[in-house]
């Protein structure tokens, strides 16, 4: 089972989260003082056998895990805050369990990324999440040129000491007007929400920011739809010589185009 603990504030916990551990035969905890710390504010004991389960072990413990469900224990996974295995320990596990045939819920409750969605002003209809991003500048730069196109809301987690490079590398990338969201320390006594155009955010952050960060992003506009076909043929005949199949460069023109694939490749084999 995967429970949902708080992100912040420790009343969040739901009735169902205390039942489970104290019910659990095996409690699996992405860091057990924390899990220790949140059983004595909510006062629960836990009889069962507790066991760590992080990033660093989390593909050696997975298969002990697994034996412990195959022989009928209940197995609860906690990570430190939020839903398990989003951006956190427990995808291995789930993923191990459901392919033996183990039966996988989840007690839900507080997510950092549903929240922070919830509170951005910005479009909820249709999102995606894209977790951390990578360290390296250019890795992160590269990663970011993937989404240029992506008209859905996105969300992501970011260290605070790397939250200002990061807003700067957002910038550059999608533009210094693109509209975003900045909210740290997200139900905890010093929540911040800093909402407007991505150059002010740089200059907010500048300074340095403090405490768990989930940064919502506004999607891409969608784009005018090209429909001249002289244009289209350019635009594939511009991909191709950059190393592009014709059946890559037709998909990708008629994406960035908004148009049906079928225009564009009427428009490059037109007689």
Not at 23 to 35: K, N, S
Not at 39 to 58: A, K, M
Request: proline share 6%.
């Amino acid at each position: 089972m995967l429970a949902a603990t708080p992100i912040g504030r420790v009343d969040d916990a739901s009735p169902r989260l205390a039942a489970e551990l104290r019910g659990a035969d095996v409690v699996a905890a992405e860091d057990t003082r924390r899990l220790r710390r949140l059983t004595t504010e909510l006062g629960v004991d836990i009889p069962g056998r507790v066991v760590s389960y992080f990033e660093g072990n989390e593909h050696l413990r997975t298969d002990s895990l697994l034996e412990s469900l195959l022989n009928g224990d209940r197995v609860v996974l906690v990570t430190d805050a939020g839903m398990p295995s989003v951006s956190d320990p427990g995808y291995r596990l789930v993923a191990a369990a459901v392919d033996r045939g183990v039966t996988v819920t989840s007690i839900p409750g507080p997510s950092a990324v549903l929240t922070a969605l919830a509170v951005s002003g910005l479009p909820v209809d249709r999102f995606c999440f894209e977790g951390f991003l990578p360290r390296k500048p250019g890795e992160r730069t590269r990663r970011l040129a993937d989404l240029a196109l992506e008209q859905r809301t996105l969300v992501f987690f970011e260290a605070p000491h790397r939250t200002h490079a990061t807003l700067l590398s957002m910038a550059e990338v999608f533009g210094r007007d693109r509209r975003a969201a900045v909210c740290r320390e997200l139900t905890k006594t010093h929540e911040e929400v800093r909402r407007g155009p991505l150059d002010e955010l740089v200059a907010w952050a500048e300074a340095g920011v403090r405490g768990e960060v989930t940064i919502v992003l506004e999607g891409a506009a969608v784009p005018e739809p090209v429909t001249d076909p002289a244009t289209l043929a350019a635009l594939v005949a511009q991909e191709e010589g950059s190393g592009a199949t014709r059946k890559e460069a037709i998909l990708d023109v008629a994406r960035r185009s908004g148009v049906p694939k079928r225009v564009v490749y009427d428009a490059v084999h037109r007689p």
